[in-house]
């Protein structure tokens, strides 16, 4: 999608041209899952499909939003924006103007148009896109400068408060703060990151498994609850402790048995998850591929037998990709329960992986996979 394609969608809409557009890339994380709302590590880099918005300031508090995929409008008045959890995408857009405004920035009323290309539902974040670039959007277009953590933290709170989910901030943050061809290292705890650059020689490959299991929504929650479970119950020997990302792995070893058998291995899924961020960072600043490729192995293998938040198709994707040529690692990436892999794959080789993997994984599954190659992409920005 082009800048030209947003005028031209604005102009549609509402009949003028608009005075700015943003946009807010999706996301793939290549390691440290389910470690972010455990104050943890993780390492997610934005990729090359995004939510566009094109907008232009109102006399008046209205937001008279446009939803361009959809073809839908929605009217939110910015001094009574109605109710949350409607289960309708006018909860990310009216979550994010609240919040917003409850951290205390005014937002001018609008028209405002957004579509974009982020497959919706394969957990890659097109929820994130779509509140970064609207916040985006609203913040430039009321002449405030961009603060890019606090838009991700509105972002965050608009998806407790309006749609439901007890996510992190991984997502928000990448979709606000990525830079092309670099992966981003967080501390989720102190919002602290480190951009690592991704070799020109290797290529993001993302593959859909192209199912989304019902219960990824209530068992992400259960999750987060058995997490702090485990915190509980390990305050009782290790006192300073605040999250899971306060306990080494040499004291979870030491404390274990006081934990039940789910929460246990829940625990050190998260634990060693963080471990592994940290040694997949040496790693890439090394090039050090073979270790690339087993720390995601070893990301993958746990999330499905420690968290259990695989799913066999997750699973047969990531072996057909590590049978295929120009491999360099493959796991599950994000919330889990279907949605997609990301894989790490040598450039030259991308295309041969790619019709590998298609085909291994139609004929064990019978599904169609939809593969997408990207480069690591910009965060949100106003463009020019
Ligand atoms: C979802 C959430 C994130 C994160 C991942 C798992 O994408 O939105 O905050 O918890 O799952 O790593």
């Not at 899952?33 to 997610?44: A, C, I, K, Q, S």
Request: hydrophobic letters at 40%; glycine letters at 10%.
């Amino acid at each position: 999608m082009h800048r030209a394609q947003a005028v031209a969608g604005f102009q549609r809409a509402f009949g003028y041209a608009p005075t700015l557009v943003a946009q807010a890339p999706g996301r793939v994380n290549l390691i440290g899952e389910h470690t972010d709302y455990n104050d943890g590590f993780v390492m997610p880099v934005a990729i090359e499909f995004a939510t566009w918005s094109a907008i232009a300031p109102r006399p008046d508090r209205r937001l008279l939003v446009f939803a361009g995929n959809k073809s839908e409008k929605l009217e939110i008045h910015l001094d009574s924006p109605g109710t949350p959890l409607q289960k309708h995408w006018g909860d990310y857009v009216r979550g994010v103007a609240v919040e917003l405004e409850k951290d205390g920035f005014h937002l001018r009323g609008a028209d405002l148009w957004f579509a974009g290309n982020v497959p919706d539902g394969a957990g890659v974040s097109s929820s994130a896109a779509l509140e970064m670039s609207v916040g985006t959007a609203l913040l430039a277009n009321s002449g405030i400068p961009i603060d890019r953590i606090r838009l991700a933290k509105a972002g965050q709170r608009a998806e407790h408060h309006y749609a439901g989910t007890k996510c992190g901030i991984m997502d928000q943050f990448i979709s606000a703060n990525g830079k092309a061809g670099h992966a981003l290292m967080l501390d989720c705890r102190s919002l602290q990151f480190q951009l690592l650059p991704i070799p020109d020689t290797l290529s993001l490959v993302i593959c859909d498994t192209g199912v989304k299991h019902q219960l990824a929504g209530g068992e992400y929650n259960i999750r987060r609850a058995q997490c702090e479970e485990g915190v509980e119950t390990l305050k009782h020997v290790l006192p300073e402790i605040r999250a899971l990302r306060d306990v080494t792995s040499a004291a979870f070893e030491t404390h274990a048995h006081r934990l039940p058998d789910v929460v246990r291995r829940r625990c050190r899924h998260v634990i060693l998850e963080n471990d592994r961020v940290a040694q997949f960072a040496e790693a890439l600043k090394h090039h050090d591929l073979p270790a690339l490729g087993k720390l995601m192995a070893a990301s993958h293998n746990s999330l499905r037998d420690d968290y259990e938040v695989s799913c066999i198709e997750l699973d047969t994707m990531v072996a057909c990709a590590r049978r295929a040529p120009g491999v360099v690692g493959a796991r599950m990436t994000g919330g889990g329960f279907g949605g997609c892999t990301v894989n790490l794959v040598h450039t030259d080789k991308a295309a041969e992986f790619q019709a590998s993997v298609a085909s291994a994984y139609h004929t064990a599954t019978g599904h169609h996979a939809r593969l997408f190659l990207s480069a690591a992409a910009p965060g949100a920005g106003v463009v020019v």
